[in-house]
């Protein structure tokens, strides 16, 4: 059964530093990965959208990679900002292009100003 | 852009009643889903649907009830609610090719 794992659990950064968010999954066998935000007591947002094709995505201030062969992700963050502050999650679909969204646990990101 | 609309955004239960969560999307996505979030648990799958006419049991299926009439509508239904049955219930569609839109979600406490 596919785990997806998000490393760390939290993270407190200063305004303006670059960071990394990383995802793990166990079957390398995902058609896409995606990544949301979700603010407190919100729903999610999608922020990217990764096709097993992609090698990596870009919106703004964030780039999500693709490693299926590792059954890794990385959702990079450039200067951060207090309003990055959310929970962080990445999610791949559980066997097939549809179905099941496995979610990792999250990371809960805090940016001081 | 409308999305994922769900209704209502909180409600608060007795134990033993009904009631129906509503979602409904704008974007002709054949699939929709039902999650429910509760503390240090992450998203669970409750039902999911992949065409009008077409629904699914996914993880946590147990006292729920779904229907999909048309494209566009995906309800859920509690049936004789229970204090478990307390979360935060998000509704989700997505195209063939994949990508999830989320709703808002309902805040349900079953007292």
């Known amino acids: 059964k596919q785990e997806v794992t998000q490393i760390p659990a939290a993270l407190s950064v200063p305004e303006g530093e670059n960071l990394v968010l990383n995802c793990s999954f166990t079957d390398s066998a995902i058609y896409n990965l995606q990544w949301f935000r979700q603010d407190p007591g919100k729903g999610l947002t999608s922020l990217l959208l990764?096709?097993?094709?992609?090698r990596e995505q870009t919106s703004g201030r964030l780039n999500a990679s693709l490693d299926k062969s590792s059954g890794r992700s990385t959702l990079y963050i450039a200067a951060s900002q207090p309003g990055d502050s959310a929970t962080y999650l990445c999610?791949?679909?559980?066997?097939?292009?549809?179905?099941?969204?496995?979610f990792g646990k999250g990371t809960k990101l805090s940016v001081k100003p | 852009n409308a999305g994922v609309t769900q209704t209502p955004k909180f409600r608060i239960l007795k134990i033993g009643q009904s009631m129906t969560l509503q979602c409904t999307q704008d974007m002709n996505h054949n699939y929709m889903y039902w999650y429910r979030q509760d503390p240090g648990m992450g998203l669970k799958l409750i039902y999911y649907?992949?065409?009008?006419?077409?629904?699914d049991k996914g993880e946590v299926p147990n006292g729920y009830n779904v229907s999909r009439s048309t494209t566009e509508d995906f309800p859920l239904r509690l049936e004789l609610a229970a204090p478990s049955q307390t979360s935060v219930y998000f509704c989700a569609s997505s195209p063939y090719t994949g990508g999830y839109t989320f709703g808002s979600g309902t805040r349900l406490t079953v007292v």
């Open positions: 999610a791949v679909p559980d066997g097939g292009s549809q179905g099941n969204l496995i």
């Open positions: 649907s992949v065409g009008a006419g077409i629904t």
């Open positions: 990764i096709q097993s094709s992609q």
